[in-house]
C-alpha cells in the first residue's frame, strides 16, 4: 500500500517533525555540495490544473537534484482536459511513473485519484488544502526560531487552503492558531469544530496579533475566486498586514507569505522588505522540504 500525502493529516506528528528536519539536513548537504540521488530512474508526473510558479519549479528541481525526472502534465493537451475518468487516469499514470503530484479545484479529486493509484499521491494544492506550503513554513519557522511547539500563530484573511492546513497543522505541530477575518470569511465549520483545543477566531486583527510569534496571511482571492476580487477588496479593508500591525506581535515575531502576493492588498509594500518577512526562505523551503517528502514516500526512509 502506497503512502499519499493529501492533507497534513497523512502522517503523524513524529514523521512530520522527521521530515522538516530532514529538509534541513538536505538543504545543508545541498550548500556543501554533497550530491545526494536516492531516485535516480524514478519519475515524478505532475498534473497542473492551476497556475504555479513555486510548486512546479521546485518539484521539478527536487527530481533532477534526485538523479530522477519528472512529466509536467497539464489539462490543455492531456485527456484529462477532455474528460478521461480520473480513476482510469490514476491507473494508467501510475503503472508508468512513480509517484504523482496534482495541482487541482476539487479536493476529492486528488482523494480519487489516489484511491486508485498504485503510487504515492502528493497534493499539491486543493480549493481545500496546501499541505507541501506547510512543511516549508514549518522549517522556515524551526530554522529561524526553533521549535513552534506552543507558539502562537495568527492566520490574518481569508479562511482558505493554506488557512485549513494551518489548522492541520496546529494539531500536528501543537501550536495555538488565531484566525483573524471578516465575518463571513471563517474556516469550514467542521474543520473548526474539530480543532476548538488549538484554533480560535478572533475578528478584531490588532487584539488577534498581539503577542504573535508567527504572523502569516494570503491573497484575499484565491486562484478560482477571480470573480470575487473586488467584493474581497472591500470585505477585508483593514486586515493587511503592516510593520505597524506587526509591532503588536511578539518583538521576535516573524511574518509569512505563501506568495504570490498582492503588495498593497493583503500585505504591505514595506512588509514585504521588513526585517520580521522570511517569505523568500520560506519560498526556497519548498524545494528542500518535498525533497524530504519525496524521500520519504519513495525510500520509505524516515
Ligand atoms: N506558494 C505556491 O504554491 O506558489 P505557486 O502557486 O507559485 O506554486
Ligand atoms: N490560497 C492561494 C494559494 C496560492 C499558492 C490560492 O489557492 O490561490
Known sequence: MSRHFLTLNDLTPDELGYLIQRAIELKTMLRNGQSHEPLKGK????IFEKS??????????????????SIFLSPRDTQLGRGEPIE???RVLSRMVDAVMIRTFDHATVETFAAHSAVPVINALTDDFHPCQLLADMQTFVEHRGSIQGKKVVWVGDGNNMCAS???AARQFDFELVISCPDGFAPDEDL????????SLEPDVREAVKGAHLVVTDVWASMGQEDEQ?????????FQVTPELMDLADPEA??????????????SHEMMDDPRAVVWDEAENR?????????FLLTGQH
Open 52 to 69: 504555479s510558479t513555486r510548486t512546479r519549479v521546485s518539484f521539478e528541481v527536487a527530481m533532477t537534484q534526485f538523479g530522477g525526472a
Open 230 to 238: 473586488q467584493e474581497r477588496m472591500n470585505a477585508f479593508e483593514g
Open 43 to 46: 519519475t515524478l508526473g505532475m
Open 192 to 199: 473548526l469544530t474539530r480543532c476548538t483545543d488549538r484554533v
Open 88 to 90: 482510469d487516469s490514476a
Open 287 to 295: 524545494l528542500h522540504a518535498q525533497k524530504a517528502l519525496l524521500e
Open 166 to 168: 494551518y489548522m492541520n
Open 254 to 267: 516573524l511574518f509569512m507569505h505563501c506568495l504570490p502576493a498582492h503588495r498593497g492588498e493583503e500585505v
